[in-house]
C-alpha cells in the first residue's frame, strides 16, 4: 500500500470511529425498545394487563382482518383511524407547506437583524410548554372564546362555530405545533438559492410560472422534502393535539395506541398497531423520496 | 444571421438614463447619471470604466433586470421600458456565468430554447451546434460543477448565445480566467461575433482588453459616459483627462495656453515645462489638459518639419526590454515623466544610464490638448 492510501484508510477507519457514540447511543435507545415491541405485538395480551409468553398473530388479525382467532374480532375502526390520521398528517403537511414556503422566501429576503429577530420568533414557541400552549387554543378556540368573540363582534356570524372538539380544531394544532420544523429545512433552502439564478433564467425568456417550476422548485426540493417528513412523522404520531383539541370525537392513531397502553392495559395490541404505523409511515416516506428523486431527474433533464 | 457590420443603424438607444441606489447612511448614489448611447447593429461595443463606475448597472437596466428612476430605452424606434426581461430579445452571460446546478451542461444550453417552446428535433440540433461550436461537443451530459472554470465560462456564453439574441450582454465574461486563457478567448469572442452577426455590448474594466476586441468603446466614470469613440480615437484623441489616464499609459499635465497661432499652440504647464503643440479652437488663457503618450517622447530627434522641440530630464530608471527602453525620468523641478523609448534601443551607448540628464525629443502633432473638465 503506498502512503497515500494508508492514509486514506486511516481517516475512512477514524470516521468509522466517531460513529460509535452514537450508534450505540441509538443501539440502545431505539432498537433495543423496537426489538421488545416488535416481539411484544407477537404476544398474547394477560388478563389484567401483562403478557403470557405464547405466539399470538391475531393482534395484528384484529386490525386488518386476518388472522383471526384467539377470541379477536376484526374491528374496521381501526384502521379507519389509521386513515383518518394520514389524512390529518397530509393535510397538516400541506398546509404548513403552503404558510412556510412564501414566508421562506419573504424572510430570505430581508437583511441583518430583522432576519435574525424572525428567525428567533420561529424558534421562540419551544420555549414554552407544549401542553400550555396547546391548552392556550382549546381557550382561543372553544365557543365562548376570543376566535368566536371576534367573529361575532366583527358581525360575521351569529352563533358561535364549533371548532373545539373537530377535526378542524385538531389541524390547526397540529400545524401550530410542527410549523417552525416546516420553516427551518425550507428557508435554509430557499436562502441557499442564488438569486442571480432567477435572473438567469427571467432573462433567457423564462416566464415567472415557467422560472418557477424549472429553477425555483427544483432547486428548494431538497428542503420541501425534509420539512414534510419531519412535520408529517410526528403529525401522525401526535396524541397530545387530538387528546386536548379533538375531544372524545378526533381520535388518531397516536390516541390509540396511549389508550392500549395506558388505559386498557393491552400492551401486545397496542405495540401491534405501533408496528403497523410505523411500517406504514416507512413506506410512504421511502415512496415520497423515490417519487421527488425521480421527479428531480426529470425536471433536470429533457423538456421537464 | 449576417456577417460583417453592413448595417450602421441602431438596435437599441439610452437616452437620460439615471438609476439610484439609496445607501445605508440615507443619502442618494448614482449609479447612472444620465446615460445617453446609442447602439449600432452588429457592433462590439465595449463598456469600460473603473470598478463601481455603473456598467453593471446599466447592463442589467438594458437587460431588465433593474428598472430605470427616469430616462428611456427603445429598441428599434420602440419603447422597451414597460417590456418585462423574460420578453426582451437580448441573453445576458453574468459575471458569475449564474449556470444552473441542477441541469446538464446541454440542458442549460438548452434552457432558452426549452422555455420558448422550440421542437425538440431544432432544439437537439441547436443546442449540439452550440456547443460544438465552442469546442465542448462531449461535455454535453456533464453538470456545471464538473466543468473548469473556463469551460463554463464558455456554456454561459453559448446558453445565451443558441437563442440568437438581437443583443448579447456580456459582463466582465473573461475576468475570471487566466491570463493566457484569457488572451485566447479574447481573440475567439471577436471571431464568434463576426460569425454570428450579433451585436454585442460588452463590459470590461481592462482598458487593453477594451482596446483589442471593441468596435467602439464607451469610457465610464461616475454613472457617465465620458467617451464614445473607436478604440483609436479614445486612445489617441481622448476626450478628458479621465479617458487619458484610464486608457493606456500617460503622461499627463495640467497646463494653460500661452500663444495661439492658427492651430500652433504653445502651452505653459504645472513643472514649469513648456510644450509645442497642435489643436484647434484654443485661445490664450484656456484651462487645459495635455497628454503625452511615453512612447511618443524619444531619446533620438524625431524632426518634424522645422520645428524639434524637447524636454529635458534626469533618467531616474531606466529598464531594457529588448525592442524598446523604458524610462522613469524627473524634470529639474520635480515633475515625473514616462518614456518608452525605441530609438535608442538598440544602441548600447549609455544615453539612457541612470543619473543622466537627456533630452527627449517629441513631435507637437502628438501632443494632446484637451480642454480641462471637457467631456465630448
Ligand atoms: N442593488 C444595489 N444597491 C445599492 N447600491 C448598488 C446596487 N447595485 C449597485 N450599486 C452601486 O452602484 C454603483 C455601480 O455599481 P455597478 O455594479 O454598476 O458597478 P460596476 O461598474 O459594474 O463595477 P465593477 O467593475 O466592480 O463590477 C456602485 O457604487 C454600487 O455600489
Ligand atoms: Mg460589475
Redesign the pocket.
Known amino acids: 500500500m503506498t502512503a497515500a492510501a494508508v492514509r486514506r484508510r486511516r481517516n475512512l477507519l477514524a470516521g468509522y470511529g466517531l460513529l460509535v457514540p452514537i450508534t450505540v447511543l441509538l443501539g440502545t435507545l431505539f432498537l433495543v425498545p423496537l426489538g421488545i415491541m416488535v416481539v411484544y405485538s407477537f404476544l398474547e395480551p394477560g388478563v389484567y394487563g401483562g403478557v403470557s409468553w405464547s405466539f399470538y398473530p391475531y393482534n395484528y388479525g384484529r386490525i386488518l382482518g386476518w388472522p383471526i382467532g384467539g377470541g379477536e374480532e376484526f374491528d374496521p375502526v381501526y384502521l379507519s383511524i389509521f386513515f383518518h390520521s394520514v389524512l390529518l398528517a397530509l393535510l397538516t403537511v400541506a398546509l404548513s407547506l403552503l404558510i412556510c414556503y412564501p414566508a421562506a422566501f419573504w424572510v430570505s429576503r430581508m437583511t441583518g437583524l430583522r432576519k435574525n429577530l424572525i428567525l428567533f420568533l420561529v424558534t421562540l414557541p419551544f420555549f414554552a410548554n407544549l401542553l400550555i400552549r396547546i391548552y392556550a387554543w382549546l381557550l382561543i378556540l372553544r365557543p365562548t372564546g376570543f376566535f368566536n368573540v371576534a367573529l361575532q363582534t366583527a358581525g360575521l356570524i351569529v352563533e358561535p362555530l364549533q371548532v373545539i372538539f373537530t377535526g378542524t380544531a385538531v389541524l390547526i394544532g397540529l400545524v401550530y405545533v410542527l410549523v417552525p420544523f416546516m420553516f427551518l429545512p425550507l428557508y435554509a433552502s430557499v436562502e441557499r438559492l442564488d438569486p442571480i439564478l432567477i435572473q438567469a433564467s427571467q432573462d433567457l425568456g423564462a416566464t415567472p410560472l415557467q422560472t418557477f417550476r424549472r429553477v425555483v422548485l427544483p432547486l428548494t426540493l431538497p428542503g420541501i422534502v425534509a420539512g414534510s417528513i419531519i412535520v408529517f412523522i410526528p403529525a401522525l404520531g401526535n396524541f397530545i393535539v387530538p387528546a386536548l383539541l379533538g375531544g372524545a370525537k378526533v381520535m388518531m392513531s397516536g390516541n390509540l395506541i396511549e389508550q392500549q397502553f395506558l388505559k386498557a392495559r393491552n400492551w401486545p395490541f397496542g405495540a401491534a398497531i405501533a408496528m403497523l404505523v410505523m411500517a406504514s409511515v416507512l413506506l410512504l416516506v421511502v415512496v415520497y423520496v423515490k417519487k421527488v428523486a425521480r421527479r428531480d431527474e426529470q425536471t433536470g433533464g429533457v423538456g421537464a | 444571421m449576417s456577417g460583417g457590420s453592413e448595417s450602421t443603424e441602431d438596435v437599441l438607444t439610452v437616452s437620460g438614463a439615471v438609476r439610484q ?2 445607501t445605508p447612511e440615507g443619502t442618494w ?1 448614482r ?1 447612472l447619471d444620465g446615460i445617453d448611447l446609442a447602439i449600432r447593429n452588429n457592433e462590439f461595443l465595449t463598456l469600460l ?1 473603473p ?8 447592463l442589467r437596466v438594458i437587460a431588465g433586470l433593474d428598472d430605470l428612476d427616469s430616462g428611456t430605452l427603445t429598441l428599434e424606434g420602440r419603447p422597451l421600458d414597460d417590456v418585462p426581461a423574460h420578453r426582451r430579445p437580448f441573453n445576458t452571460v453574468f ?1 458569475s456565468y449564474a449556470l444552473f446546478p441542477h441541469l446538464s451542461v446541454e440542458d442549460n444550453v438548452g434552457y432558452g430554447l426549452d422555455v420558448a417552446g422550440i421542437r425538440p428535433s431544432e432544439r437537439r440540433r441547436r443546442v449540439a451546434d452550440g456547443l460544438s461550436m465552442v469546442g465542448l461537443g462531449d461535455l454535453g451530459r456533464r453538470m456545471p460543477q464538473q466543468l473548469s472554470g473556463g469551460q463554463q465560462q464558455r456554456v454561459a456564453l453559448v446558453r445565451a448565445l443558441v437563442n440568437n439574441p438581437k443583443l448579447l450582454l456580456l459582463d ?1 465574461p473573461l475576468s475570471a480566467l487566466d491570463r493566457k486563457l484569457r488572451g485566447q478567448m479574447q481573440i475567439e469572442l471577436k471571431a464568434l461575433q463576426h460569425k454570428v452577426g450579433i451585436t454585442f455590448i460588452f ?1 470590461t ?1 481592462d482598458q487593453e482588453e477594451a482596446l483589442t476586441m471593441s468596435d467602439r468603446i464607451a469610457v465610464m466614470n461616475k454613472g457617465r459616459i465620458q467617451q464614445l469613440a473607436t478604440p483609436f480615437e479614445t486612445y489617441h484623441h481622448p476626450a478628458n483627462r479621465f479617458v487619458a489616464g484610464f486608457v493606456g499609459n500617460s503622461n499627463l499635465l495640467g497646463g494653460r495656453v500661452v500663444a495661439a497661432d492658427r492651430g500652433d499652440l504653445k502651452i505653459e504647464t504645472e513643472g514649469g515645462l513648456t510644450l509645442i503643440a497642435g489643436g484647434a479652437g484654443f485661445a490664450v488663457g484656456d484651462a487645459v489638459d495635455v497628454l503625452l503618450r511615453p512612447e511618443f517622447l524619444s531619446l533620438a530627434p524625431v524632426v518634424v518639419g522645422d520645428v524639434a522641440p524637447t524636454l529635458e530630464a534626469q533618467v531616474e530608471q531606466a529598464v531594457f526590454v529588448g525592442s524598446e527602453i523604458h524610462i522613469h525620468a524627473r524634470t529639474d523641478r520635480g515633475l515625473a515623466l514616462m518614456v518608452l523609448d525605441r530609438t535608442a534601443a538598440g544602441r548600447g551607448d549609455g544615453t539612457a544610464d541612470v543619473g543622466r540628464v537627456v533630452r527627449f525629443h517629441y513631435d507637437p502633432s502628438h501632443v494632446h490638448v484637451m480642454r480641462t473638465g471637457g467631456t465630448p
Open positions: 441606489f439609496q448614489l449609479a470604466g470598478s463601481g463606475c455603473g456598467k453593471t448597472t446599466l459575471q466582465e463590459v474594466h
